[in-house]
């Protein structure tokens, strides 16, 4: 069975920006004096996961406790700065068309809290039917979150896909690794904070780089 398979919540929207300002928002509230500017972010989105993003910040002085704190505070605060502001990315909503079309599956394979993921879905509801994504991926489905291969070794199985047949779109190289681990054919779909340079994964047209592999692969 064929599937596309959008990976990080970057692949499917643009919300780094609002991420950034939700996080430092989440210090002021939680009592640390930390602020992550747009240069620093930048880096930091390179690896992906929250909480470890914050646990390795910190250089290991947070415990797990208040790392899950900050980020229930960062959720909170991604909810009140995302409403209303969020879109799809260009292609996203072409490409959904075209899969529904073709009866090839789509998943959302990523591997981020479930809070998180729950505030995107809402805020693209109005854009996007989730109801006709085949599968819909968190932290808590998996021992290892990206970039370890498991979210995606899971997903081929959940969907009955084979990896020969199935197209990951992730939007950092980190996670690329993702699905490239678990051999599945995969584009970097880079968002506007990704750092990257030539790389043959680099998709500027998802919508054409997705018909490609399924029509001429």
């Given at each position: 069975m064929k599937s596309i398979l959008f990976g990080s919540i970057g692949?499917?929207?643009e919300s780094s920006e609002i991420q950034r300002q939700a996080f430092n928002e989440a210090f002021k509230e939680f009592g640390v004096d930390w602020y992550w500017n747009v240069a620093n972010y930048i880096k930091m989105l390179q690896k992906p996961g929250g909480l470890n993003r914050l646990i390795e910040y910190s250089k290991n002085e947070i415990n797990s406790d208040d790392a899950k704190q900050i980020?229930?505070?960062?959720?909170?605060?991604?909810?009140?700065?995302?409403?209303?502001?969020?879109k799809p990315r260009d292609g996203v909503l072409d490409l959904?068309?075209?899969?529904?079309?073709?009866?090839?599956?789509?998943?959302?394979?990523?591997?981020?809290?479930?809070?998180?993921?729950?505030?995107?879905?809402n805020n693209l509801s109005k854009y996007i039917d989730f109801s006709k994504f085949d599968l819909i991926t968190h932290d808590?489905?998996?021992?290892?979150?990206?970039?370890?291969?498991?979210i995606y070794k899971f997903a081929l199985n959940y969907l009955g896909s084979t990896q020969s047949s199935s197209i990951a779109i992730e939007?950092?190289?980190?996670?690329?690794?993702?699905?490239?681990?678990?051999?599945?054919?995969?584009?970097?779909?880079?968002?506007?904070?990704?750092?990257?340079?030539?790389?043959?994964?680099?998709?500027?047209?998802i919508l054409k780089s997705v018909k490609s592999f399924f029509e001429e692969g």
């Open positions: 692949s499917v929207v980020h229930l505070l960062k959720i909170k605060h991604f909810k009140l700065l995302s409403e209303n502001n969020l959904i068309q075209y899969a529904l079309k073709h009866n090839i599956k789509i998943g959302f394979i990523t591997t981020t809290t479930k809070g998180t993921l729950d505030l995107v879905i808590e489905l998996v021992t290892n979150r990206k970039p370890d291969p498991e939007n950092t190289l980190e996670s690329c690794n993702s699905s490239i681990n678990a051999k599945i054919q995969t584009f970097l779909y880079p968002g506007e904070y990704t750092i990257y340079g030539e790389n043959s994964l680099i998709s500027r047209d």
